[in-house]
């Protein structure tokens, strides 16, 4: 079955970047067919977290995207990028969150931009976020509309720092609490030191740290093979 979706991926980034008038999403479906999943030194990796209006990727908005690049099972801190969205709407309560308010937003650039940026970071690479499903979500929805998609998803190969711990613990009969995987717990579970900070890059960067962690200490012996952690949207 993991042949099977990896196949079907390829061949639908190959379909989509036929007719791809993006030159930005070209380069990244083109180089998404290309892909091979290997070990954690060998597979270089995009780490990235959004902040968001809201958890409804049909209603609410990215306002901003950060991301860090993973080159050969190391993290590339001169990669960093931090990039603040515009927005049509207010942010309203979720400034609580991520702190961003509604004259910073109104400054930042359009969201056509952010996505260039950062599918053409992500080309060639695998995605890496924790909680993966929230963050996938909003890009897909996002991406759709910019590349004017009518059907199908996005193609995009992820790892996720929550999936993976979660599915260790099964497997190994822990018990998980409510909180046990939020990204700050897990992280001082892993003996990472504590980000007060809170913005989509710094979480983009300690998700890149918690994966390296977790690697280490799946595969003690090499270098973690990441091929039974992908998934393939």
Same mark, same amino acid.
């Given at each position: 079955m993991r042949r099977f979706?990896?196949?079907?991926? &390829?061949? =639908?980034?190959?379909?989509?970047? +036929?007719?791809c008038k993006i030159k930005t999403l070209k380069k990244?479906?083109?180089a998404c067919a290309q892909i091979k !999943?290997?070990? $954690?030194?060998? @597979? !270089?990796? /995009? *780490?990235? %977290?959004?902040?968001?209006t809201g958890l409804d990727a049909q209603q609410n908005k990215i306002i901003s995207i950060g991301w860090t690049l993973i080159d050969n099972g190391r993290i590339k801190l001169g990669s960093n990028q931090h990039l603040i969205i515009s927005a049509d709407h207010l942010v309203g309560d979720s400034a609580t $969150?991520?702190?961003?308010?509604?004259?910073e937003v109104v400054t930042g650039i359009p969201i056509e931009a952010g996505l260039s940026a950062l599918f053409e970071a992500a080309a060639g690479r695998i995605w890496l976020f924790h909680h *993966?499903?929230?963050?996938? #979500?909003? /890009?897909q929805v996002a991406a759709k509309q910019w590349a004017e998609q009518k059907e199908g998803s996005m193609p995009m190969m992820t790892l996720d720092t929550?999936? /993976?711990?979660?599915? @260790? =613990?099964?497997? =190994?009969e822990i018990p998980v609490k409510p909180g046990d995987l939020q990204l700050g717990h897990? &992280?001082?579970?892993?003996?990472? !030191?504590?980000?007060?900070?809170?913005? +989509?890059? $710094? %979480? #983009?960067?300690? @998700? *890149?740290?918690?994966m390296l962690a977790m690697a280490a200490r799946l595969s003690m012996n090499? *270098?973690?093979d990441l091929q039974p952690y992908v998934k393939f949207v």
């Open positions: 979706n990896q196949w079907r991926l &390829r061949k =639908r980034s190959r379909q989509l970047a +036929a007719s990244y479906l083109n !999943p290997e070990r $954690i030194d060998q @597979t !270089p990796l /995009i *780490a990235v %977290d959004l902040e968001l $969150i991520h702190q961003l308010l509604d004259n *993966a499903d929230l963050d996938v #979500a909003f /890009i929550l999936q /993976i711990e979660l599915a @260790t =613990r099964k497997r =190994r897990l &992280r001082r579970y892993y003996h990472l !030191p504590e980000y007060k900070g809170h913005n +989509a890059l $710094i %979480d #983009a960067l300690a @998700t *890149a740290e918690l090499r *270098a973690l």
